[in-house]
């Protein structure tokens, strides 16, 4: 059985969504119609409040995240940047072996159905530009956490 619930943000409404055992989905700018809560939305809650409130670096959440074994290497390697660092597209395909896949790198980051948490946000293209963002507003979304870490990128 899941559960939902939302949270409000500095992005906006955070969607929260739980299997009871884990946190599977995280969307921003959406909201659920019915929420509901549990130990894994409790605990994601008061973790993210906390990150916007600068309190928080790293997030300690059972997550499961549906995807190919792609996007599973890509999303384990997101979760390795430090908070207020960044890779590249191309440096983050080298990490999983697979050099020359930034454009299918960028697929995955973009399928990542827990941003923030797995912070697909700390991603750049080689030249330090955001080239794109898949939550709530696009790039102004990804600035907004960038800046929250003190992440230059311009």
């Known amino acids: 059985m899941t559960t939902q619930a939302t949270l409000e943000s500095p992005l906006g409404p955070l969607a929260l969504t739980s299997d009871g055992e884990f946190l599977i989905g995280l969307g921003i700018g959406q909201r659920v119609p019915a929420p ?9 809650t008061r973790q993210l409040e906390e990150y916007f409130a600068g309190k928080r670096t790293t997030f300690d959440l059972p997550l499961k995240a549906e995807g190919t074994a792609f996007q599973q290497s890509i999303w384990k390697a997101l979760q390795d940047i430090p908070h207020g660092q960044t890779t590249s597209y191309g440096e983050l395909g080298n990490a999983v072996g697979k050099p020359g896949s930034a454009r299918a790198v960028g697929g995955a980051v973009g399928a990542n159905p827990l941003p923030i948490v797995i912070p697909c946000h700390r991603v750049l293209a ?8 898949s939550g709530g507003e696009g790039i102004p979304t990804k600035e907004k956490l960038l800046d929250l870490e003190n992440i230059s990128y311009r």
Not at 126 to 133: K, L
């Open 36 to 44: 509901s809560s549990d130990a894994i939305i409790e605990l994601a």
């Open 126 to 133: 080689s030249d330090r530009r955001i080239t794109g963002y």
